[in-house]
Nanobody, 127 residues
Framework: VQLQASGGGLVQAGGSLILSCAGA????????MGWFRQAPGKEREFVAA????????NYGDSGKGRFAISRDNVKSTVYLQMNSLKPEDTAVYYC?????????????????????WGQGTQVTVSS
């Protein structure tokens, strides 16, 4: 499964960005999709996940309140809308895909549960 993330860049604090991650048309709708981020010197951190239909969404502490994940299975794309960005949001953002399974909220925040990773897109927030 190839994932291609885009949309990162340099933004001032308080600004917004939309990240996109395109997957393979034939298989995208059969995977749970998620976003993680990794700042220099830190571990990879869960941001958000969305189930196959978009009816279930899970946010990590970093994503609650300011970020919104969504998906378009027709376009084979998952999005991360990021608002009110802060300098501490500076990181490389990765999209990921995982096989669907029960108890969505119990495993989606765990890095090692995700099978496929995109190449990452840099988000830099200036103060």
């Amino acid at each position: 499964v190839q994932l291609q993330a885009s949309g990162g860049g340099l933004v001032q604090a308080g600004g917004s960005l939309i990240l996109s991650c395109a997957g393979a048309r034939q298989t995208f709708s059969s995977y749970v999709m998620g976003w993680f981020r990794q700042a220099p010197g830190k571990e990879r951190e869960f941001v958000a996940a969305i189930n196959l239909s978009g009816s279930s969404i899970n946010y990590g502490d970093s994503g609650k309140g300011r970020f919104a994940i969504s998906r378009d299975n027709v376009k084979s794309t998952v999005y991360l809308q990021m608002n009110s960005l802060k300098p501490e949001d500076t990181a490389v953002y990765y999209c990921a895909a995982a096989q669907n399974r029960p108890t969505f909220y119990t495993w989606t925040d765990k890095v090692n549960e995700w099978l496929y990773w995109g190449q990452g897109t840099q988000v830099t927030v200036s103060s």
